[in-house]
């Protein structure tokens, strides 16, 4: 398992991250046998958010129950919690009061004294960056968070934040697939009249970014074709991308979901992939991608069957 910096850290995690997103339902006995395959695969790195499992805090306290963690345990691996999402009368809330309280409550269901990486979820278009600088220095003066970060923001919304938060954002949570690349594809497409690619969504160059102020990328719904529309292994509409990827396959010896971890793994930004599986199989699947050495010629070929174009 290859390893990336987590930010402008000293510390280096696993470029493949577990995502407890799925596992409400699941016993004891399953959540385990998940958390063991991602731990013999070499995977240190575990992804929650507080709306996760269908009611506040369900997933976390479900992975808090069903492993128990001991000290030492706890300390080899790196739990990551987000906030900042409200369901029912759904609203977003980075409000000083929220991030603190749902910190507070993360904490007692994952059954730990700490978090190593809290995430804003979503931008809040009523954030008040003084407020959640506060929440950040009171969680990290408390020793209950370690490092802060975001997710599914641009350049300009981090900028935001950066004017009043004084710790590092080290983590940009963001989608990314050889489908849904658009924040890779359009840096190709600059200056390209008429490619759908060269339009800018995300505030400018957000990959660019996130490399140039050391902020790791972790990538999520990596094998999703777009928002919630399913995975595109098979997808009849990708005859070209499912042909490239069985190709690859064969020729490394792994299944075809090595190499769609592999095409964000290869790119030096040092991304990190969140998987969503529940699937023992499917981790160790993944995890071959980890550090499989795709050739330039090959990382292009996928964007283009994919439906990107490579002027």
């Known amino acids: ?87 029912g009368e759904w609203h977003y809330d980075s409000s000083y009061e929220h ?19 809290l995430l804003i979820h979503r931008p809040d278009a009523l954030v008040e960056p003084e407020e959640v600088a506060q929440a950040f220095e009171a969680l990290e003066a408390a020793g209950k968070v370690r490092a802060f970060g975001v997710s599914n ?17 080290v983590v940009n949570q963001l989608q990314l697939s050889i489908t849904h690349s658009a924040i890779v594809a359009q840096g190709l497409a600059a200056n390209m009249a008429g490619e759908e690619d060269a339009v800018t969504r995300d505030g400018g160059g957000v990959v660019d970014y996130c490399r140039l102020h050391d902020i790791t990328i972790q990538a999520w719904s990596p094998f999703q074709k777009g928002f919630q529309d399913g995975v595109f292994f098979g997808a009849e509409e990708y005859p070209e991308l499912n042909a490239e990827l069985d190709r690859l396959a064969s020729k490394y010896g792994v299944t075809p979901t090595a190499i769609a971890t592999a095409w964000i793994t290869r790119h030096p930004a040092g991304m990190q992939v969140v998987l969503g599986t529940t699937t023992p199989r499917r981790v160790q699947e993944a995890a071959e991608g980890s550090d499989l050495p795709l050739t330039r010629g090959e990382w292009y070929g996928l964007l283009q069957a994919a439906g990107h174009r490579v002027p």
């Open 1 to 87: 398992m290859r390893t990336v910096p987590l930010g402008a850290t000293e510390a280096r995690v696993s470029n493949v991250v577990a995502g407890m997103m799925r596992i409400a339902e699941k016993p004891d006995a399953e959540i385990r046998a998940l958390y063991e395959a991602a731990r013999e695969e070499g995977i240190d790195f575990f992804d929650h958010a507080d709306i996760y499992g269908g009611s506040p805090h369900r997933c976390e306290e479900r992975f808090g129950s069903a492993l128990r963690l001991d000290a030492a345990e706890r300390e080899r691996i790196r739990i990551q919690t987000k906030t900042g999402i409200v369901p």
């Open 99 to 117: 991030i603190v309280s749902s910190v507070d409550a993360s904490l007692r269901a994952l059954g730990t004294d700490y978090v190593d990486v």
């Open 153 to 169: 923001h641009t350049p300009r919304q981090i900028e935001l934040l950066r004017s009043a938060v004084t710790q590092p954002l």
